[in-house]
């Protein structure tokens, strides 16, 4: 079965300074793996997604995530954050989109100003 | 907004009780997933349906039961509640049952006293 590791539970951060969140997944196939974002009191907005192709996915928000096969990462950055940008953040993995997403732990950016 | 309406916003309840959350999901959108968030164990997969049918089941306690109407609507119920059981609990739908990605309604906080 899949499973995420997102490394760090919390990351700060000064506003305009690049951040980069990591994801290591664990999975026997291929898989499909996304990043969500999560703001106070609501949902979870999709920022990106991979399912094949480049290896670079850019998302919204300015975010983009490189998906590393040898490595088993997908780590979301991004060159510069804003204090809009604090919120927590999950990354999910899908084996080849045949098993519902499976979803780290989060990573909670702070953004200081 | 994502599409996805979930009600009610919040819940407080009893232990011993049975509580029903409903959840509408995006237009044209045939799957639905229930998620559970909690501090300690994260965002935990419970159920997924696709147009009405089970479709795939993850850490959903024998208590909880779920189902799809015919509307696509969906319900979670909740009975003989443990504290527990206090939680935010998520409603997303995709279009398809595999690589659509989901979007997620605001949740249901649940608390059991």
């Known amino acids: 079965a899949q499973s995420v590791t997102q490394l760090d539970s919390q990351v700060p951060v000064f506003e305009e300074a690049p951040v980069e969140l990591r994801c290591n997944y664990s999975?026997?196939?291929?898989?499909?793996l996304f990043w969500y974002v999560q703001y106070p009191n609501q949902g979870l907005q999709l920022l990106l997604k991979?399912?094949?192709?480049?290896?670079l996915v850019k998302g919204i928000n300015g975010f983009e995530a490189e998906f590393n096969k040898s490595q088993t990462s997908f780590h979301l950055r991004k060159p510069s954050v804003h204090i809009s940008d604090t919120a927590e953040y999950f990354c999910?993995?899908?084996?080849?989109?045949?098993?519902?997403?499976?979803f780290g732990k989060g990573t909670r950016l702070s953004v200081i100003a | 907004d994502s599409g996805v309406t979930q009600t009610p916003k919040h819940l407080i309840t009893a232990t011993g009780q049975r509580v029903t959350l409903r959840c509408s999901p995006r237009?044209?959108?045939?799957?639905v997933y229930w998620y559970q968030q909690s501090l300690d164990q994260g965002l935990q997969f419970l159920i997924q349906?696709?147009?009405?049918?089970?479709?795939a089941k993850g850490n959903i306690l024998e208590r909880f039961s779920a189902q799809q109407f015919p509307d696509l609507h969906s319900e979670l119920n909740l009975s003989s509640l443990e504290l527990g059981d206090s939680a935010l609990y998520f409603c997303?739908?995709?279009?398809?049952?595999?690589?659509?990605?989901?979007?997620f309604g605001n949740g249901t906080r649940l608390t059991v006293t």
């Open positions: 997303a739908s995709s279009v398809g049952a595999g690589d659509s990605p989901l979007h």
């Open positions: 999975s026997s196939v291929s898989v499909y």
């Open positions: 991979y399912l094949s192709g480049s290896t």
């Open positions: 999910a993995v899908s084996e080849r989109g045949n098993t519902p997403l499976v």
């Open positions: 237009s044209g959108d045939l799957s």
């Open positions: 349906y696709y147009n009405g049918e089970e479709r």
